[in-house]
Every structure is written in C-alpha cells, then in structure tokens.
C-alpha cells in the first residue's frame, strides 16, 4: 500500500479558493489511481473527484463540476485539488484514496485501499 497526507485545508470565505495536495509516500505512486472524498458532520462519505493513474482520465460530482480540477505531479508523488468558488456546502473534511494498477477515475470509495487521515476545508458565507 501507499502512505497518503492531505494538506491543504483550512478556512475561506464564499467565493474563494482552496488547493489541496495529496502526498504519498512508499510505493510508485504513478501506478496508482486517486480520488478525492468528502464528509460533512452527519452525513456520509461522497465522492468528489477521481483521476486515473496516468492522468487521462478525470471525473467529477455533479454538485463540484467546473468549478474544481484534480491534477497529479507523479514526479512529486501529489495529487492536487484545487476548489475555486467555493460555497458553505463545500465545508467537510476532504480525504484522498489511492488504489493501485488502475487507468480509471473511480468514483467508489470502495475501490480504494489506501487513505489519508483528511483535511478540514470551512467555508464561510
């Protein structure tokens, strides 16, 4: 498995931007698949965005769509995501997942084997 640390997170107001990185450690992270998940006080797990081992694949929620963009520097051993024109309802710990020899963007969080701890993202109105 692969060692992942979100950074990133923090507090911003309506209408502002976030960058959050996903950095992973222990294994060729280039041959992994990454998602990006969320989880708000009292509600579940959703998906947010996913991108596939080699980059050339994205896929996005609905309710984030144009207005984030997941990106990975495999030399780096980082994903990213950066949140622009954020909203309240983008409040939620944000978590990265991994899983390894895949080419898809996957949107289930079952999918993934490996996971970072999460980073807080407040959005205030």
């Known amino acids: 498995q692969v060692q992942l640390v979100e950074s990133g997170g923090g507090l911003v107001q309506a209408g502002g931007s976030l960058k959050l990185s996903c950095a992973a450690s222990g294994r060729t992270f280039g041959w992994y698949a990454v998602g990006w998940f969320r989880q708000a006080p009292g509600k579940e797990r959703e998906f947010v965005a996913a991108i596939s081992w080699s980059g050339g694949t994205t896929s996005y929620a609905d309710s984030v769509k144009g207005r984030f963009t997941i990106s990975r520097d495999n030399a780096k051993n980082t994903a990213y995501l950066q949140m622009n024109s954020l909203k309240p309802e983008d409040t939620a710990v944000y978590c990265c997942?991994?899983?390894?020899?895949?080419?898809?963007?996957?949107?289930?969080?079952?999918?993934?084997?490996?996971w970072g701890q999460g980073t807080q993202v407040t959005v205030s109105s």
């Open positions: 997942g991994a899983t390894f020899l895949s080419d898809r963007a996957i949107r289930r969080s079952d999918e993934y084997d490996s």
